[in-house]
């Protein structure tokens, strides 16, 4: 079965802070998609990112970048320099390879308050 | 830019009402999916379709039901509401990988 650990429930920093939020997984498949999602206060989940298990590659955008690691099962998430309107909760979630229809399998979340 | 929309942001329903969920999506998306948000347990998947007709139970169908009859709406049935089915309520609609999600309706049952 495919879980997904986000063991910080919830994160305060300081404005202009670095912060990571970190996601741990577990899957059979060799063949997996991980995502990040935000839920700002509106409700609306909001896509990130999605990486295959066969780009470990960095990826970078703008303020936002993720570290994939096969070896530790763990996809984390960094902002930097955070900025008040980063406060959401942020969701780490898995896939198995696309099939019929691909079911999500979510963390618990962690919310992050940025505050002046 | 994918659009999906749920019929009501805010419900109040009696225990015991029939209860309808709507969600509609814009982008001709295959798949759609709801799930309930509670605090501490992330989403959880009630039910997924992935086309017109078809449906799957998602991980806690218990207590429910869905409906889809046309490609761009999915509807969840809570055929008899209860207190503990008092959440936050998701629709989402995907084409191949990542999942766009509407707004959400916050259900509260009394």
């Known amino acids: 079965a495919q879980k997904v650990t986000q063991a910080q429930t919830e994160i305060s920093v300081v404005e202009k802070e670095d912060v990571t939020l970190d996601c741990v997984y577990e899957t059979r498949d060799t063949t997996y998609y991980l995502f990040w999602y935000k839920q700002p206060p509106s409700g609306e989940l909001v896509f990130l990112i999605r990486r295959n298990s066969f780009d470990e590659q960095n990826e970078i955008s703008g303020r936002y970048s993720w570290n994939f690691q096969k070896s530790t099962s763990s996809f984390n998430f960094t902002i930097t320099a955070s900025q008040v309107v980063d406060s959401a909760v942020y969701f780490c979630a898995l896939s198995e390879a696309p099939g019929t229809a691909s079911k999500l399998t979510f963390g618990t979340g962690t919310r992050l308050q940025v505050t002046l | 830019d994918v659009k999906v929309t749920q019929s009501s942001r805010y419900l109040v329903k009696r225990t015991g009402e029939k209860v309808f969920l709507e969600c509609v999506q814009d982008?001709?998306?295959?798949?759609m999916f709801w799930y309930r948000q509670d605090p501490g347990l992330g989403l959880r998947l009630i039910y997924f379709?992935?086309?017109?007709?078809?449906?799957e139970k998602g991980d806690i169908p218990e207590g429910y039901s869905v409906s889809r009859e046309k490609k761009e709406r999915f509807s969840l049935i809570l055929e008899s509401a209860s207190t503990n089915q008092t959440s936050m309520y998701l629709c989402?609609?995907?084409?191949?990988?990542?999942?766009?999600f509407g707004p959400g309706t916050r259900l509260t049952v009394t």
């Open positions: 379709s992935y086309d017109v007709k078809m449906k």
């Open positions: 989402a609609s995907s084409l191949y990988f990542e999942q766009y």
């Open positions: 982008m001709d998306h295959e798949n």
